[in-house]
């Protein structure tokens, strides 16, 4: 069995390499009876890299679940004996691992730490700053534009009970695809990010039951009137914006990867509905049953949808891949969906959102709520198992196809790591500030 896997120094230390090793190497740093060695626990970057490559792993890794659980209790332990720094880095690690992390945020993290290093290559550090100063400014420019078409189109006026949620967005599309080469992407992903946010409000919490039969049916038909004046005059604000923003997409000679587009749109119209009647019914379904929907509300089609529409060199082979439901693809579609439900269990039953995967999972397996979470949790890290052996799989598929899907599933860890800060975005202010308005310092 190979997978991507770490190299050990002669003197013990470990470095985090993305190469192809047996795992069998690990044995030699475990005792007779079974046990990793304990001189192992007092080098510091040693269990650092140990626990980073650690989230590796693919099925069958048992040795590397092992190693995961010897690193994780000793650098809690490291939390309270170490320097300021590397107190913040390992409570970020241990939060936010790399290879579940966004590039960005892992680079503004490490670089922050790595220049209170004292072997730091001063050069090094100075060409990190100025590259991702660089970008920051990049970035601005496009919030800018997408903060200008944000006023245009009246939003918040029209929908005034929707998330405004711009730089939230903008921030989930910058963990996905972070390239300065794809600009007109990232800019793309935002304006549906919106989009879907205000179909989502008011699926999820706003529309009436009958409204939403009648807003699905539009969609369905791409016409923004279904039986005479019985739609609501804010649905059909929400069926003109998903239209013309889709025309002027598929003017751009992407007719057919803005149909696509479309019909992942239908499907989660149709698959939110389904959610509304569970709700309006007060009646939880199984919790496979749940999941199939679920895997459509995650919204990974609309989005790689949009992505594919985004970037020229990607076409319908791209499309064929994603509706096949690789299985990178649907582990990307189950992180997020049971994240998102673990992490929003509290908040959805003050509003009495129900039901969710954690109720449905508690019923058809006759289970209480602390078990279903530890199930669905399980089903997580087998999920990710399942995503890196995958990437490791010969495919003639675009890498930054495969990269998008992993990145979907970081940022799903990323906005539903402790709380639901998309929701709630308090908890992001300082990262916003330092990722597109704070500099770093040369």
């Not at 770490?6 to 230390?13: A, C, P, Q």
């Not at 007779?32 to 490559?53: H, M, P, R, T």
């Amino acid at each position: 069995m190979f997978q991507q896997a770490i190299h050990f120094s002669v003197s013990n230390k470990i470095y985090l390499h993305f190469t192809f090793m047996i795992p069998d190497v690990f044995k030699k740093f475990k005792e007779a009876n079974g046990e990793f060695k304990k001189d192992i626990a007092s080098d510091v970057e040693g269990i650092l890299s140990l626990y980073e490559a650690c989230f590796l792993a693919i099925r069958g890794d048992d040795i590397l679940n092992e190693a995961l659980a010897f690193t994780r209790k000793h650098m809690e332990l490291l939390v309270k004996n170490s320097y300021p720094s590397l107190q913040k880095y390992i409570r970020n690690a241990l939060m936010f691992p790399c290879h579940r992390n966004s590039e960005r945020l892992d680079a503004l993290q490490f670089i922050s730490y790595y220049e209170e290093d004292e072997c730091a290559d001063e050069t090094l550090l100075a060409f990190a700053k100025l590259d991702f100063n660089r970008q920051r400014l990049l970035y601005r420019k496009e919030l800018a534009l997408l903060s200008k078409w944000w006023m245009d189109t009246n939003v918040m006026e029209k929908f005034p009970y929707i998330r405004d949620r711009l730089v939230e967005s903008y921030l989930w599309t910058l963990g996905c695809i972070c390239e300065p080469q794809y600009s007109v992407a990232r800019m793309m992903l935002t304006k549906y990010g919106i989009l879907m946010t205000v179909m989502d409000d008011t699926y999820d919490t706003y529309g009436t039951y009958e409204q939403l039969q009648l807003l699905t049916a539009a969609l369905q038909r791409h016409k923004t009137e279904i039986g005479g004046d019985k739609l609501p005059e804010y649905m059909k604000h929400i069926c003109r914006s998903i239209f013309e923003e889709l025309e002027n997409d598929g003017s751009k000679g992407c007719s057919y990867k803005a149909s696509y587009l479309e019909e992942t749109i239908k499907e989660f119209a149709e698959t939110s509905l389904m959610e509304a009647k569970w709700k309006k019914e007060g009646k939880a379904p199984s919790f496979d049953e749940y999941i199939k929907n679920g895997k459509v509300t995650c919204l990974y089609e609309v989005f790689t949808s949009v992505f594919i529409l985004g970037m020229e060199n990607l076409g319908m082979k791209e499309i064929l891949w994603v509706r096949n439901n690789p299985d990178i693809a649907d582990g990307s579609k189950l992180v997020s969906r049971l994240l998102n439900d673990i992490i929003g269990r509290k908040d959805e039953k003050e509003r009495q959102d129900f039901p969710k995967g954690v109720d449905c999972y508690m019923k058809q397996y006759g289970v209480s709520e602390d078990v279903a979470i530890e199930a669905m949790q399980k089903m997580i890290e087998n999920a990710w198992e399942v995503m890196n052996e995958d990437l490791l799989k010969p495919n003639n598929i675009s890498r930054t196809l495969l990269k998008f899907t992993l990145n979907s599933a970081r940022m799903a860890l990323v906005l539903n790591g402790a709380s639901d800060v998309f929701t709630y975005p308090s908890d992001l202010k300082e990262l916003i500030i330092s990722m597109f308005f704070n500099p770093l310092p040369m």
